[in-house]
């Protein structure tokens, strides 16, 4: 179990509690004190809504393990197990066709991005530190960013995202052609 605290540095407390007029036994009744008044707290075990964020993670983790693997085995029945093209037509596995396969492919691919989302929303404050991180630099050092502007910034590469994806689909739309 840890205990939620951190030791002060017993130098730079004592000259802050002597220049504060304090005698050099303050910085230790002070660790005595934050000692005793600290909870113990496991790591990682802040709560929502009666579960704790950890068991939150692991499960979503885990359905989206699962879900990756059921778009791999999905493409890997389309490409090298059912015939190439119309020359499927006819062709079933277990009853389900090969546009059924395709339908439940879109389907684990539509479920495993909304997985995701989710957890991009769970880690949404690391993604903005992320990003912001390798963005602002000033004379070497990082620069710090409130809350607010790293919430923009965020939001802002996601939107860039979603806008790149919307043009490379209108591209394809207008692009495609029938053969002959």
């Known amino acids: 179990m840890a205990v939620v605290h951190s030791a002060p540095d017993s130098d730079s407390d004592a000259e802050t509690s002597l220049s504060r007029g304090e005698d050099e036994s303050a910085p230790r009744a002070r660790t005595a004190k ?33 879900n990756l693997l059921a778009v791999v085995w999905i493409a890997f029945v389309l490409r090298f197990i ?16 090969y546009d059924a396969w395709a339908g439940a492919q879109f389907a684990s691919i539509v479920a495993l991005m909304l997985g995701v989302l989710v957890h991009v929303m769970l880690h949404w404050t690391w993604v ?4 912001t991180g390798h963005l602002g ?44």
């Open 34 to 66: 934050l000692a005793k008044s600290a909870k113990p707290a496991k790591a990682g075990a802040q709560k929502t809504g009666g579960i704790s964020r950890t068991t939150v993670n692991f499960w979503l983790d885990t359905w989206l393990m699962l």
């Open 82 to 97: 059912f015939p190439r093209g119309t020359a499927a037509a006819g062709w079933t596995l277990w009853g389900y066709d």
């Open 128 to 131: 903005c530190g992320v990003i």
């Open 137 to 180: 630099r000033r004379d070497g050092k990082p620069v710090r960013w409130d809350d607010g502007t790293r919430t923009i910034v965020g939001v802002s590469l996601i939107v860039v995202l979603v806008n790149v994806l919307g043009l490379l689909m209108a591209l394809a739309a207008l692009m495609i052609r029938a053969k002959g």
